[in-house]
């Protein structure tokens, strides 16, 4: 193995907690039942990462199954990294009917086009999400295995998620042309859980109106606490219904922040401007949270925050973002912006 190979598989052994080394080698299945078995785990993890190195090189692993390692370890573990969310638009009429071969195909085709060193490797998981390994180089340099482009994709939906994409190599991602697709366009969602983003953007979370059962929750409630009496159990119902209406009902996409940015100007109760000044008001404000959506639930809930809940919060599930403009034309949220995340 050359000096990159070896780089490539240290990175990757080292991300990997000792207890989680032995379960991801046996799904490489590339090291041999003694070689698994000659593995202490609990020894320091430059020992191990030796170890693994010897037995890959006894073995004569080349790139090609290396960079197959590091592909299992990112769809193993999705929530690292950061991802950016981007939408598909102007579907061609037969979008609907693109298949995982030629979907391969056209990708790879389109990018071997444009760039003349670049290393493409596409796998299928069992969750049907297509997962794409770029390795980009240039005209004059090889591709660059250490700092890879990662991109999933569910076929026949208009999202796709990307994470380490430079500004330079977007406009080569050929992601729409393999989809029969006109354009992408950024999905002004970004986080570091791909988990949430697909949750969030495919609506795989119980993001229903409140359950019906909460009323004999607080009757229950109102018999431990007597001091609660019926007009506070009907505000705490009703706050809760607002809560489960913005965010939903159960677990939420563990989403960590959201941005909002302002381009606006004072205004008073006449909607007149109060200064003279013909620039913007520019700022921006951030709501940061281990769980965000889970605390605003919870603040609505609570009675910390009043209802209803303003369209700029409930915008992030029902508009699945979580970076916004408010711009001086009025309000809402702006959709078009064209600022840099913060």
């Not at 939903?248 to 205004?267: D, I, Q, S, W």
Request: charged share 25%.
């Amino acid at each position: 193995m050359d000096a990159q190979v070896r780089s490539v598989l240290r990175r990757v052994i080292q991300r990997i907690p000792n207890k989680n080394i032995e379960n991801l080698l046996k799904k490489w299945n590339c090291l041999s039942a003694d070689q698994l078995c000659a593995l202490d785990y609990t020894r320091p993890k430059w020992m191990i990462v030796e170890q693994v190195t010897s037995f890959c090189e006894e073995n004569r692993l080349n790139l090609k199954h290396i960079t197959n390692l590091e592909m299992i370890y990112h769809i193993e573990n999705p929530d690292k990294g950061v991802w950016h969310a981007c939408q598909l638009t102007e579907a061609q009429d037969d979008a609907v009917g693109v298949d995982l071969t030629q979907f391969k195909e056209q990708f790879k085709a389109h990018l071997h086009g444009v760039v003349r060193h670049i290393s493409i490797k596409i796998k299928k998981h069992e969750d049907e999400a297509i997962w794409i390994r770029i390795a980009w180089g240039d005209n004059f340099s090889k591709p660059n295995h250490l700092k890879p482009t990662y991109v999933v994709h569910h076929l026949h939906t208009s999202y796709v998620f990307i994470s380490n994409l430079m500004a330079k190599h977007k406009i080569f991602l050929s992601i729409s042309v393999a989809t029969k697709h006109g354009s992408i366009k950024d999905g002004h969602l970004s986080t570091r859980s791909l988990t949430a983003m697909r949750e969030l953007l495919l609506r795989r979370y119980q993001q229903v109106t409140y359950p019906g059962s909460l009323s004999g929750s607080l009757q229950a409630k109102s018999n431990v606490y007597p001091c609660i009496g019926k007009e506070h159990s009907e505000h705490e119902e009703m706050r809760y219904q607002m809560s489960c209406e913005a965010f939903g009902h159960g677990p939420t996409p563990k989403l960590e922040t959201a941005v909002y940015r302002l381009e606006t100007r004072y205004r008073g109760n006449g909607n007149h401007t109060l200064s003279d000044r013909e620039e913007f008001f520019r700022g921006v404000v951030r709501f940061s949270s281990s769980s965000l959506l889970d605390s605003l639930r919870h603040c609505v809930a609570s009675g910390m925050a009043e209802g209803p809940v303003t369209p700029l919060l409930s915008a992030i599930t029902q508009r699945g973002r979580n970076y916004f403009v408010i711009t001086d034309k009025g309000p809402g949220v702006s959709s078009q912006a064209s600022a840099q995340r913060a």
